[in-house]
């Protein structure tokens, strides 16, 4: 008995229309535009077509791909790089969306998009957001933060150093906490924090690493790691950023 098949037909007509939905960048009503007739018969053609035993896409599948073709389309009108920079420089969604004028769902995909040519990195967003926000400080503060170091230098005692800038010595030994968590040596000072042994330290710092490249931020790593936020922060600014 002979296994020989029919070839299956398609004209040329709906194998256009088949190519045009399959390739994600049209709806029923534009290809129905195109050919004249209504998108209830381009629906009914694709019908056909399946039945037939062609690969036709969902309905669904068809939407994903036309959001992909806007956003690749969207993506040829900016310079990626520079839309990355301003990404990792911490560039808030409102911002970006107002200086690029795309809608913030564009400019979700627009991250999906750029994240899957690595061209834009979570991690290197999420160093960047920590970096700013431990050394960015105000002005007042690296005043007090210079009369500490000369003070701390000639031995004064924290009552001294709490007269001369008018604060507390409970809002001191916070500032010199934080001058140390940025790797400042405040003189005299004992040593404070995390007294954790080298193995520990790099257990945390290895798992923190593997979180941020796969995308977690910092609650999610925190709950996972069974860490506060702001130790998680401390540790990635003491090994992953000023190492």
């Known amino acids: 008995m002979s296994s020989y098949k029919k070839p299956v037909y398609i004209s040329k007509r709906n194998q256009k229309i088949l190519d045009m939905w399959n390739s994600g960048e049209h709806t029923y009503e534009s290809i129905g535009d195109e050919f004249f007739i209504t998108r209830e018969r381009i629906r009914q053609i694709l019908a056909k077509e399946k039945k037939k035993g062609f690969e036709i896409l969902s309905t669904n599948d068809a939407a994903k791909n036309r959001i992909k073709h806007k956003v690749r389309e969207v993506i040829k009108t900016i310079n990626p790089e520079d839309f990355a920079k301003k990404y990792h420089d911490g560039a ?96 005299n000072s004992r040593n404070s924090g995390m007294f954790l042994g080298r193995d520990e330290t790099l257990l945390r710092v290895n798992n923190i690493d593997k979180c941020l490249d796969n995308g977690m931020n910092m609650r999610q790593t925190s709950i996972i790691l069974g860490l506060t936020e702001q130790t998680v922060k401390k540790l990635i600014y003491r090994y992953l950023i000023k190492k």
């Open 92 to 187: 808030s969604v409102e911002e970006m969306t107002d200086y690029y004028d795309i809608s913030s769902r564009t400019f979700y995909q627009i991250i999906e998009e750029l994240t899957e040519k690595n061209v834009i990195s979570h991690r290197i967003k999420v160093l960047n957001e920590i970096k700013y926000d431990i050394e960015n400080i105000s002005e007042i503060q690296k005043y007090r933060e210079k009369i500490i170091l000369a003070m701390r230098a000639k031995n004064e005692t924290y009552q001294e150093i709490s007269d001369e800038l008018q604060i507390s010595k409970p809002r001191l030994s916070q500032t010199i906490k934080s001058m140390k968590d940025r790797g400042i040596d405040v003189p």
